[in-house]
């Protein structure tokens, strides 16, 4: 059964898709890859884009999948942002504002990047039990124990500094003044910079060894099957699908809803890195439904 974490904030949502979300979940950030080069898809890679694709997401630009996904956007309550790599061609494309977000329980992916690249041998075995709870399930519990074995904000910020993400601050508090759950969801970031912690594993970045690549990779593709939503939206079976999810009410009322999916996509001629965030909505089960239609317009473009 799926638990609830929590954080506070509303964003608007403008025309043209200048997009903004505040997003967390439930209970229960080796060198940096170089920008990408910006190239335009292509049936068979140019050598251009392989040199892109080689090198990790980078700037992104407009349009691209989003393009086709405006009139569905403007039609949804909420507001969204989101960001998409594709490994084949190194071209990334946005869509929303790149102010940082607070992660929920997609912080759980940087916590165990951090501790396997800490450890490249493997995660001390009173860890790994932790790990897989806390991504398979969302356990919020052995998310704050792999938290403080992480060295919570300094050795985070050092991992994420290395991985190059610009834009995330870990959370300086667990127990936060006036917040109802664990304040390492309170951590922000941005979709681009999610697609730089999925390159560490899917692309592959340089900082994990393959073993932990692997390894991380394994329990992104077993989450439990009730948080198999969002990045899955329109993906068929056989393809590959590793993910993370946050989802929480902002209100007592539980009217005011903010939801996240990130993950790699592999499989039936795509191959991508795909991170949505999204607040305001009035319902779990419609933020979840926005994630869905979203990636299922990305997977559908992209083939």
Same mark, same amino acid.
């Given at each position: 059964?799926?638990?609830?974490?929590?954080?506070?904030?509303?964003?608007?949502?403008?025309? =043209?898709?200048?997009?903004?979300?505040?997003?967390?979940?439930?209970?229960?950030?080796?060198?940096?890859?170089?920008?990408?080069?910006?190239?335009?898809?292509?049936?068979?890679?140019?050598?251009?884009?392989?040199?892109?694709?080689?090198?990790?997401?980078?700037?992104?630009?407009?349009?691209?999948?989003?393009?086709?996904?405006?009139?569905?956007?403007?039609?949804?309550?909420?507001?969204?942002?989101? =960001?998409?790599?594709?490994?084949?061609?190194?071209?990334?494309?946005?869509?929303?504002?790149?102010?940082?977000?607070?992660?929920?329980?997609?912080?759980?992916?940087?916590?165990?990047?951090?501790?396997?690249?800490?450890?490249?041998?493997?995660?001390?075995?009173?860890?790994?039990?932790?790990?897989?709870?806390?991504?398979?399930?969302?356990?919020?519990?052995?998310?704050?124990?792999?938290?403080?074995?992480?060295?919570?904000?300094?050795?985070?910020?050092?991992?994420?500094?290395? =991985?190059?993400?610009?834009?995330?601050?870990?959370?300086?508090?667990?127990?936060?003044?006036?917040?109802?759950?664990?304040?390492?969801?309170?951590?922000?970031?941005?979709?681009?910079?999610?697609?730089?912690?999925?390159?560490?594993?899917?692309?592959?970045?340089?900082?994990?060894?393959?073993?932990?690549?692997?390894?991380?990779?394994?329990?992104?593709?077993?989450?439990?099957?009730?948080?198999?939503?969002?990045?899955?939206?329109?993906?068929?079976?056989?393809?590959?699908?590793?993910?993370?999810?946050?989802?929480?009410?902002?209100?007592?009322?539980?009217?005011?809803?903010?939801?996240?999916?990130?993950?790699?996509?592999?499989?039936?001629?795509?191959?991508?890195?795909?991170?949505?965030?999204?607040?305001?909505?009035?319902?779990?089960?419609?933020?979840?439904?926005?994630?869905?239609?979203?990636?299922?317009?990305?997977?559908?473009?992209?083939?």
């Amino acid at each position: 059964m799926r638990t609830v974490a929590g954080v506070g904030g509303v964003c608007v949502l403008v025309a =043209a898709l200048v997009i903004v979300a505040l997003t967390l979940h439930g209970p229960s950030k080796a060198s940096a890859a170089p920008a990408a080069t910006v190239v335009v898809p292509v049936t068979a890679p140019s050598a251009s884009a392989v040199s892109a694709a080689t090198s990790g997401p980078g700037g992104g630009s407009h349009g691209g999948p989003f393009g086709t996904a405006g009139d569905y956007l403007r039609g949804r309550g909420g507001t969204v942002t989101a =960001a998409v790599y594709d490994m084949r061609t190194g071209q990334t494309w946005t869509v929303g504002s790149t102010r940082p977000q607070a992660e929920a329980s997609v912080v759980k992916l940087d916590i165990l990047e951090t501790l396997l690249a800490r450890d490249p041998g493997g995660l001390p075995s009173v860890d790994r039990p932790l790990a897989t709870q806390m991504i398979e399930d969302s356990n919020n519990d052995a998310a704050t124990s792999l938290w403080y074995a992480a060295r919570g904000a300094t050795g985070i910020g050092t991992y994420d500094s290395a =991985a190059d993400l610009e834009h995330t601050t870990p959370s300086s508090c667990v127990q936060c003044a006036g917040f109802a759950w664990p304040g390492w969801g309170l951590t922000t970031t941005t979709p681009t910079d999610q697609l730089k912690l999925l390159w560490q594993l899917a692309g592959p970045g340089t900082l994990l060894s393959s073993s932990a690549r692997t390894y991380a990779l394994s329990l992104l593709k077993n989450v439990t099957a009730d948080q198999r939503w969002g990045v899955t939206g329109g993906v068929p079976a056989g393809v590959t699908v590793a993910l993370k999810n946050g989802w929480l009410p902002l209100n007592a009322a539980s009217t005011d809803w903010q939801i996240n999916s990130v993950g790699w996509v592999s499989g039936h001629g795509r191959d991508y890195l795909i991170a949505v965030l999204t607040t305001g909505n009035p319902s779990e089960q419609y933020g979840i439904n926005t994630i869905d239609g979203l990636s299922a317009r990305v997977w559908n473009w992209l083939g």
